[in-house]
């Protein structure tokens, strides 16, 4: 059975910096695509940051050039670097591991299994 649990949330202001963690029990994380979403207050829960088994990469525009998702499968770990964060980056971040990875759209959480999120909170 896949766990996912997410760490590295937080306070942070506005400029800063923060790497989330999503740590995979389960036995297929270096065979599975994975991503990172997050939903702010009032907003539809909307992807990140996808990466496919073998490294592949994808992001909101709203992110490129500040966020990086890596994955490191010794560790059965995927993090997500996060720097020059803004208050519009507040949201609950989630992973999401097992979905579908495509070179035209890029991850898809479809099926697969969610973590429980982390309160990422950028002050002004």
């Known amino acids: 059975q896949v766990q996912l649990v997410e760490s590295g949330g937080g306070l942070v202001q506005a400029g800063g910096s923060l790497r989330l963690s999503c740590t995979d029990s389960?036995?297929?994380?270096?065979?599975?695509?994975m991503g990172w979403f997050r939903q702010a207050p009032g907003k539809q829960r909307e992807l990140v940051a996808g990466?496919?088994?073998?490294?592949?990469?994808n992001y909101a525009d709203s992110v490129k050039g500040r966020f990086t998702i890596s994955r490191d499968n010794a560790k059965s770990t995927l993090y997500l670097q996060m720097n020059s964060l803004t208050p519009e980056d507040t949201a609950v971040y989630s992973c999401?591991?097992?979905?579908?990875?495509?070179?035209?759209?890029?991850?898809?959480?479809?099926?697969?299994?969610w973590g429980q999120g982390t309160q990422v909170t950028v002050s002004s």
């Open positions: 999401h591991a097992g979905g579908r990875y495509l070179s035209t759209t890029g991850y898809l959480a479809v099926g697969g299994y």
């Open positions: 389960g036995s297929t994380f270096s065979i599975s695509a």
């Open positions: 990466i496919s088994s073998g490294g592949r990469t």
